[in-house]
C-alpha cells in the first residue's frame, strides 16, 4: 500500500501514523533509535507490506499491469489502490478526507525533528503538492506516477499506467475493496498485538 493507506490504517494513534509514514525511509534494524509508539508504526509498515505482497487480489491487480511494467507493477498497484481510498473516503471515515490530510500534514510539522532526512527533504513537496489529496483524482494519480517515473530515470514508464487505471478501472476498484476489507482485518488484529 502506498502512503494514504498506511497512514489509515494507523487509526488514530499519532506516533503509529509516524512510524508507518516513514517507514520506508527507515532501513534494517535502525528502527530502534526511535521512540516505541514509532518503532511499533515502522514494524506494522512492515507487515502491512509483506500481507500486501504476498494476498491473491493483490497479485491479480499486479499480473494485469504486468506485461507493461514488470518489477515496478507492484509499486503502480499500490499507488493505484490509494486512488480507491482517497476516491471513496466517504465509506471509510467520517472526517473529510480535506480534513484528514491538513491534520497529518500538521502532525509531521510538529514532529518534524524526529523524520528522517529523506522524509525531511520530500516533506515540504509532499505539501506543496498535496500528494494525499491528489490521490482522490485520476488526474493526480497521474501526477503522481509521472513523479515516480521520473524518479527511475524513465525506465519504469509509470507515467503510462493511467491508461490502463482508466482502462480497467472498474476491476480495480472492486480488487481493492475486496482486498482492503481483508487487510483492515490483518491490520486491527496486527495493532492488538503491539
Known sequence: MNYLAHIYLSREDEQLKIGNFIADSVKGKKYSFFPDRIQKGIILHRAIDT??????????????????YSHYSAVIVD????????????DYSNVPLEEYVADFYD??????????????HFLPYMMED????SYATVDGIGRILHQMDYRT???SNMKLAVKELELY?????????LFFKDLEHFTAEKINKL
Do not use: C, M
Not at 499507488?79 to 466517504?90: G, R, T
Not at 478501472?169 to 480488487?175: K, Q, V
Open 130 to 133: 498535496n500528494w494525499l489529496l
Open 107 to 120: 502532525l509531521l510539522n510538529n514532529n518534524y525533528e524526529i523524520l528522517p532526512v529523506r522524509v525531511q
Open 153 to 155: 530515470k524513465n525506465k
Open 169 to 177: 478501472y472498474s476491476e480495480f476498484g472492486e480488487e481493492f475493496k
Open 51 to 68: 500481507y500486501t505482497d504476498s494476498h491473491p487480489i493483490v497479485k491479480k491487480s499486479v499480473h494485469r499491469l504486468f506485461p507493461n
Open 79 to 90: 499507488i493505484l489502490y490509494d486512488h480507491f481510498l482517497a476516491a471513496n473516503w466517504d
